[in-house]
């Protein structure tokens, strides 16, 4: 019984100190906001999936600065993705022997709090391009298996969004200074002023009707 809970405590000290390894691995995640609702952003009445993105990254890869990668299928062990869910379909690049195709993601993006370049994606149900010049991306030409979605003799376009991540804190915004207090002061001390000149001011008048 004591050996068992020795063991037990044993593991749950070599977890939190693997927990507290700063050499443990790191990743940022960044997620994608719409920002209209048009297709897909906007899921069309029957249509499968909803278009939510999240996009994992290593933080090797990050602290880069930039990541210009294309995956088709084969194994790559350093692969700079960690994982990629696109609307119907989790997308990590295997380590071990060849697989058949299944997905084809191609990336050349800029890392900071947003994401910005351009990537392709194909998770075998769907397929599209994003990308744009500056933080809002441009999703264009997206085709789905599904005929619900209404894009698949002829693409969709036109839905906008970003990619941020919340692994990098956001800027601090400077406070504006609070103006009520110090006026409330200023008028204390102006109020003070003309009271204290009355005062010298009746005193004054006081002293010459006394000695009249």
Known sequence: M?????????SAAALLLGS??????ASVIYTWQPVNDKVPNTAPDGACCAFDLWLEVTDEAFKAGSMNYSYYGYPNPGAPIIAFFSSTALMTPPSGNHQPWTWELETDVQFGEYLTGGMYVNDGQVSYYMGGRNQLWTVRDFRADDPSWGCYDEGCSGATGYW?????PPPVPVPEPDLFPALALLAAGLLGVDTARRKRTGTGSLSRAALR
């Open 164 to 168: 941020v991540t919340d692994s990098v």
């Open 2 to 10: 004591k050996m068992t809970r020795i063991a037990t405590l044993l």
């Open 20 to 25: 507290m390894n700063p050499k443990a691995d």
